[in-house]
């Protein structure tokens, strides 16, 4: 089956704590990208990739890392959590940048 | 600088009544655009798009209509179904760029 898989789906955690949230794609996907959605202000693009080794900022980068090693794994990185990063966090893949994309079910961080 | 924007936070219709939900950009390099849904606990999922070359593209109950003098393209859910709740993301991109830009969302709710 097609998929957009992250985890972990739930993480809550402290100040500081540096956290990965992995996310893999099985369609063989050139392009890869993480969002947060947050109340009133919709889906923003934090970074994303547009192949191995790739990567970009999206509109909301700072605070955050990702690396592409791999086509399939694109890991979003919090080197020291803030609770302005308590979000819920997507994400997805596409053939190319433009294209339509799909998701992953959503990981719903909480920073105390 | 919210570049793509859905003004109506949420909208209700009578099952079996049109559905119409709005879109607005201000991006005139935009010449891709897309809807997507998103239940409760899952990721968004593609809907219908329109390339800027088109004015409406139809995919059963679904379609797009884009106006591009006055940047803007809705959605027409006809006949609308209890099942249609959902948020409804209008998304669009820039060819040759990696990345999409979403609107807030609207909260369509479709009552029996």
């Known amino acids: 089956e097609a998929q957009v898989t992250q985890n972990p789906r739930y993480l809550i955690t402290v100040t500081g704590k540096k956290l990965t949230v992995t996310c893999s794609q099985n369609m063989n996907h050139e392009y890869m990208s993480w969002y947060r959605q947050d109340p009133g202000l919709g889906l923003r693009q934090i970074y994303y990739s547009m192949n191995v080794e790739v990567t970009d900022k999206g509109d909301v980068p700072e605070g955050y890392k990702v690396s592409r090693k791999e086509k399939r794994n694109f890991p979003l990185i919090l080197e020291s959590p803030s609770p302005n990063q308590t979000s819920l966090y997507f994400c997805?893949?596409?053939?190319?940048?433009?294209?339509?994309?799909?998701f992953g079910p959503g990981t719903r961080l909480t920073v105390l | 600088d919210q570049q793509v924007k859905q003004n109506s936070p949420s909208l209700s219709v009578q099952e079996g009544r049109i559905s119409i939900l709005n879109c607005d950009y201000t991006?005139?390099?935009?010449?891709?655009f897309l809807w997507y849904k998103k239940y409760p606990a899952e990721g968004p999922t593609f809907l219908i798009s329109?390339?800027?070359?088109?004015d409406k593209n139809e995919d059963g109950r679904f379609t797009v209509f884009l106006n591009k003098s006055a940047k803007h393209l809705s959605l027409h859910i006809v006949p609308s179904q209890p099942g249609d709740s959902a948020v409804y993301f209008c998304?669009?991109?820039?060819?040759?760029?990696?990345?999409?830009?979403f609107g807030q969302g609207t909260i369509l709710t479709v009552h029996p």
């Open positions: 997805a893949s596409s053939l190319g940048g433009g294209d339509e994309q799909f």
């Open positions: 329109i390339s800027s070359i088109k």
């Open positions: 991006n005139s390099m935009f010449d891709y």
């Open positions: 998304a669009a991109s820039e060819e040759g760029y990696g990345k999409l830009t």
